[in-house]
């Protein structure tokens, strides 16, 4: 029953755009639609702040995308949160809400740096194997707990991966403080060094490592596990309805600990990649935040892993630009945490949008 | 002998007047580094934490500042960088993106492997870590570490503290059992036995080098033991500092000068003089020397020194307490001089040895002196 | 005075109050906030907010009650915030609520930061100690005032929550939106209030950390007690006072740690410093159960759907 003026644009609107384009570009626009609007908040913010706007976003297309260094500063910033984003994005078909990627992260990196010191001969391709094995491992345990007690004892997952966050956190240092102490990390205790040989290198012509490249695949996988396999099908099936999901008689807690292990596992990875490729070495550096900006990635993201790489390195970006930022603009390093609760923040309040230009058609075809 | 840092060839060619009338002070090199009048010194600092946070990374804010105060100097600076890639990737941009010739990573976790990875990628800059890390030989010859024996100051500390309390106990909030920290509860004690021998120090150990809230706590267990001086090795003693005046107890500062936290209770304190190291590295590029890789001293070279002494402190303590001063001036003092147990009755350092500051062996420090309670295992 | 061992329990009762004081404010906040069916994760950002806002305002103004007045307003908005995103459909709270967070936190780090190194007045404290000759018993229980605002707002809010119409308002809101706009109460609009005077309190609770223990303002101040207020609250199973208790209990077991170490017993300290988040864990894990619901709780509330 639409009619009269107000709806003229609409029916333009309608009729202009076919359906079926208008349903996959819906989430495409809307996703621009919304980083555009944080930009201009944004520069609002950053104008209030004593800043030029249009000087700022110079600056920081200039750190983060301007030449090849810069590329390469965001990429190498992307690589974990791909890995990371997984570990909220995977639960998330599931209608759960997971932050505990830091925990994983720390529990697979510890996992992976002492599962090398136990292969002291072994050769560098068999040891990487079985500290991403490991690491993968423990870092789904580590997720799957929460899931577990999601399922087992209604506890909700959000506040428990947070609380096992800490936890790890405290395990990570107690261990490596302690019990697996290399005696000559004197003035910053991490475990022993995995060996100069068992690192991972640097993908030829680049200063980037080979982790980019694990996020990349663990993303694609991700996807069509989710996108193209029964098990992703069944997963999408529970998150949306439980009670729906139970009378077709799929096994709902199995796919919720699978899922909660693969996501866990993905944040393991990224711990290894930490040890093996950078570090050497287990410490509390492998605190780096990284599991909180993937939450932010997942949910920009809309949980779809193929987009979680594009957000990845978009958000590598802007946290590779905040050293400039600093010392172009005397811009504090705070600025880009409000950058990405601005754009957080929009791109979640604009999720009302979605499906009102469904809704727009039909009232077009009155 | 410190292996000489070519400059640029942009600079070389570039060469035109000023510092060649300035003081040849040996080993100018012969490439002559003349600086053109417009070309200043790029530097470029590397803080871990807030540059305000009347601590650690405040002191080296500090030493930035006095320095870029010289007009043949541009300094720039970031803060809050983590100890990850992040640190390797702000070495690059500060030189790729600012054309920085020498850099100053200020936070310990920075060196290995952080420069150590970027530094061979870049010969012709200076990477100055500050801790005392370098090796001969083992490292890249364009890194360099500095650093100052804070230690002399806590153990000036010390005395003023051990002179000080009435109880005869002690304090000590610190973040890490680490070698560094260490070595500065060892020093403390050391001074404050030396006026009263058996005064003890109550260590706690918060486990990371910035936790306001249990900061806050530690300290008021230890007042509540009957501890009424208190001193720290934290990022930020502002915390303890405070908490201290509130229970109305001494305290001795750390990092920098903290009286106008505790007016009433802050007795001296441990402070860098970072301005002075920077202001020197400066100077040495501008003329071309060759900088040497490892410097360090401690109050006599005027690397540390210890804060005024707040007008409540006796004149006996004080007369003891510059006194130390004086033989740590004159090269005499030495700290580290058997016989030394350790907290367990352990025999650490025999009746007839001892250690200089400049020695390797306390740089592995895993012990606590007698007198210390705590333990350095977790 | 030699107090050895009770030092351990002097310092676990002070610190029972001493950091009690802001989870009993934010617990209170989100109780009240989640009663009406609304879950705000974002407290704290609020929190943060808030104790950036009171240490400037008291710095500005030279008043710390000025200051922990505008932290509370400050928390108000931002909680209005919150529910204002979360009103429209389709949005998931959870998730706003972990965003305002972010975005509470960089702003008060951005806006904070020329406030790190000066001192701002500090708010006063009360003697309770003052009939005990024992220094480390009077020290703990050296309190301030908002301790026993906040024991007066539990029990207000009880009474409140029970015995008014605002209360009963509040109450159908989390319980069923749809029955409460049969009734023809304005949902939304409840909610957001709620969320705001949730939010009031927790700017609170984070000016109470700024302006009196630990009294300083840096960028670590906050370890996560927003978050842990919420799981708090479950605990508590939504009820004011009960709030009150688990406050002083979780703040005495942050106490825990530290008080161990100054008499000597070292070993283990990261894991006795992460006691209360093992302990808001397993209280989760024991309380919470598939087959029953879980008493008290607001229907409305997604946390438990």
Redesign the interface.
């Known amino acids: 029953m639409a009619g009269g003026r107000g709806n003229r644009f609409d029916q333009i609107v309608s009729m202009a755009v076919p359906k079926n384009l208008h349903k996959a570009l819906e989430p495409f626009l809307i996703i621009v639609g919304s980083l555009s609007v944080s930009m201009v908040l944004f520069g609002g913010f950053v104008a209030v ?1 004593g800043a030029n706007p249009i000087e700022v976003y110079q600056t920081m297309y200039r750190a983060a995308f301007g030449t090849s260094f810069s590329w390469q500063n965001t990429l190498i910033r992307a690589a974990p949160l791909m890995l990371t984003a997984l570990c909220t994005a995977l639960p998330g078909y599931l209608g759960l ?1 997971i ?1 505990g990627g830091e925990g994983a992260v720390v529990i697979g990196g510890l996992g992976a740096a002492l599962a090398a010191l136990t292969m002291p001969t072994a050769p560098p391709m068999v040891v990487l194997a079985t500290m991403a094995l490991v690491g993968m491992v423990a870092g789904g345990i580590w997720l799957a707990i929460g899931g577990a ?1 999601r ?6 997952e ?3 991966s ?3 966050n ?2 790890a ?3 990570l ?2 261990l490596v ?2 019990t697996f102490r290399d005696p000559e990390s004197l003035n910053h205790p991490s475990t022993h060094h995995i060996g100069e040989t068992n690192m991972i290198g640097l993908i030829p012509g680049t200063s980037l490592h080979w982790g980019l490249a694990f996020g990349v695949v663990a993303c694609v996988l991700a996807w069509f596990l989710m996108h193209r396999t029964v098990f992703g099908f069944a997963s999408q099936i529970a998150g949306g309805n439980v009670r729906a999901a139970q009378i077709a008689g799929l096994p709902v807690g199995r796919l919720i600990l699978i899922v909660c292990f693969v996501a866990g596992a993905a944040g393991g990875l990224a711990g290894m990649v930490e040890v093996a490729a950078i570090h050497g070495r287990a410490n509390d550096t492998l605190n780096a935040n990284y599991g909180y900006a993937g ?2 990635v997942a ?1 920009v993201a809309r949980n779809n892993p193929l987009a979680i790489m594009p957000v990845a390195v978009l958000l590598g970006g802007i946290r590779a630009s905040s050293g400039l930022l600093q010392r172009a603009h005397e811009l ?11 754009i ?2 929009v791109i ?2 604009s ?2 949008l ?2 009102r230009f469904s809704k727009l058609q039909k009232q077009g075809v009155a | 002998m410190a292996p000489s840092h070519k400059l640029t060839r942009r600079q070389v060619l570039k060469g035109t007047a000023a510092v060649g009338a300035l003081g040849l002070l040996g080993g100018l090199d012969w490439l002559g580094q003349a600086w053109a009048a417009q070309d200043k010194v790029k530097m470029g600092f590397i803080f871990v934490g ?1 540059r ?3 601590g650690y990374n ?1 002191a080296h804010f500090e030493g930035k500042s006095a320095v870029a105060k010289l007009d043949w100097v541009k300094a720039f600076d970031e803060e809050k960088v983590p100890e990850t890639i992040e640190v390797q990737k702000t070495m690059e941009s500060m030189v790729q993106l600012d054309g920085a010739q020498v850099l100053f990573p200020t936070s310990f976790g920075y060196f290995d492997p952080h420069i150590l990875k970027v530094a061979p990628q870049y010969p012709n800059i200076l990477f100055l870590h500050c801790g005392g890390l370098y090796q001969e030989g083992k490292h890249p010859k364009n890194v360099g570490s500095y650093f100052g024996y804070i230690d002399e100051s806590q153990y000036v500390a010390g005395i003023v503290a051990g002179g000080m309390t009435k109880s005869g106990k002690l304090g000590f909030v610190a973040a890490k059992p680490i070698p560094q920290v260490l070595r500065n509860i060892n020093s403390y004690t050391l001074g404050a036995r030396s006026i009263r021998p058996n005064c003890t120090t ?6 990371d080098w ?9 300290t ?7 501890i009424d001086v208190i001193t720290c090795h934290v990022d ?1 003693p ?2 303890v500092m ?2 201290c005046e ?2 109305g107890i001494f305290c001795t500062g750390y990092h920098c000068n903290q009286v ?2 505790a007016p009433r209770g802050y007795l001296t304190g441990a402070e860098w003089n970072w301005a002075k190291v920077y202001m020197d590295y400066a100077d040495m590029i501008r003329k071309g020397q060759k900088v040497p890789n490892l410097v360090r001293g401690g109050l006599k070279e005027g690397l540390v020194r210890v804060s005024d002494y707040n007008q409540v402190v006796t004149e006996s303590v004080r007369k003891q307490a510059d006194a130390a001063k004086a033989k740590f001036m004159d090269g005499s003092m030495v700290v580290y001089k058997g016989p030394i147990k350790d907290n367990t009755g352990r025999a650490v350092i025999p009746a007839d040895k001892k250690y200089v500051q400049t020695d390797y062996w306390l740089e592995s420090m895993d012990w606590l002196v007698e007198g210390v ?3 350095t ?2 | ?4 061992w009770w ?1 351990v329990l ?2 676990v009762l ?2 029972a109050i ?2 009690g004081t802001p989870f009993l404010f934010v617990s209170l906040g989100e109780c009240l906030t989640e009663k009406s069916g609304r879950i705000n ?1 974002g407290l704290e950002g609020t929190l943060v907010m808030g104790a950036m806002t009171g240490y400037a305002v008291s710095l500005h103004s030279g008043s710390p009650w000025l200051g922990v007045l505008c932290a509370g307003l400050v928390g108000a908005v931002l909680g209005s915030l919150h529910s204002w ?1 979360c009103s ?5 709270d ?3 609520g ?3 967070m ?9 806006l904070g ?1 020329p406030y ?2 000066p ?1 701002a007045p500090r708010l006063p404290s009360i003697d309770l100690g003052g009939w005990s000759n024992v220094p ?1 018993l009077q ?2 229980l050296q309190i301030n005032a908002l301790f026993l605002i906040g024991i007066v707002v539990a029990i207000a809010l009880r009474w409140i929550l029970q015995n008014t119409s605002w209360g009963l308002k509040v109450r159908v809101v989390g319980e069923s939106a749809d029955a409460a706009r049969a009734l023809g109460l304005p949902v939304d609009r409840i909610r957001i209030l709620s969320t705001a005077q949730g939010g009031f309190l927790a700017g609170i609770g984070g000016s109470y ?1 700024s302006l009196y ?4 303002w ?4 906050s ?2 007690q927003g ?2 207020a ?2 708090l609250v ?1 605990f508590a199973r939504w009820q004011p006072v009960a709030c009150l208790w688990v406050s002083l209990l979780w703040g005495g077991a ?2 825990l ?3 161990l ?4 017993i ?6 006795f ?2 006691i209360p ?2 302990m ?2 397993a209280v ?2 024991i309380t ?3 087959r029953r619901n ?1 008493v008290g709780a607001p229907h409305e509330l997604t ?2 759907r």
Do not use: W
């Not at chain 1, 504090?332 to 601005?342: H, N, S, Y």
């Not at chain 3, 005075?1 to 050895?4: A, L, Q, R, T």
């Open positions: 702040a809400i932050i007690l399922h087992y004892r209604a506890v909700n959000t506040i428990s947070l609380l096992l800490y936890i956190i405290a395990v240092n107690h403080t302690s939450i932010l949910f504090p390093d705070a600025t880009v945490l409000v950058m990405q609760g601005i957080f923040l979640l309040f999720e009302t979605f499906g | 807030p305000d946070d009347y405040q109550n260590v706690i150990f918060t486990g910035s936790l306001p809230v249990r900061e806050a706590e530690a008021n267990s230890l007042v509540d033991q009957g930020s502002k915390v405070t908490m509130k229970r106008k936290l309670i705590g333990s295992k977790s | 005075m030699e107090v050895g030092g002097i310092a002070g610190g001493r950091i994760l995103i429209y459909q389709r949005v998931n959870i998730a706003v972990i965003a305002m972010l975005f509470g936190t960089g702003l008060a780090f951005f930061k790190i190194q001192s480390q020290s703990a950390l223990y630990p009294f300083n840096s960028e670590g101040l370890s996560g978050l842990m919420v799981a479950i942050a106490a740690g530290p008080a170490q100054s008499v000597g070292t070993y283990g300290y990261y894991i410093n992460a988040y093992i808001t864990l989760m894990i919470c159960s598939t879980l946390v438990t």
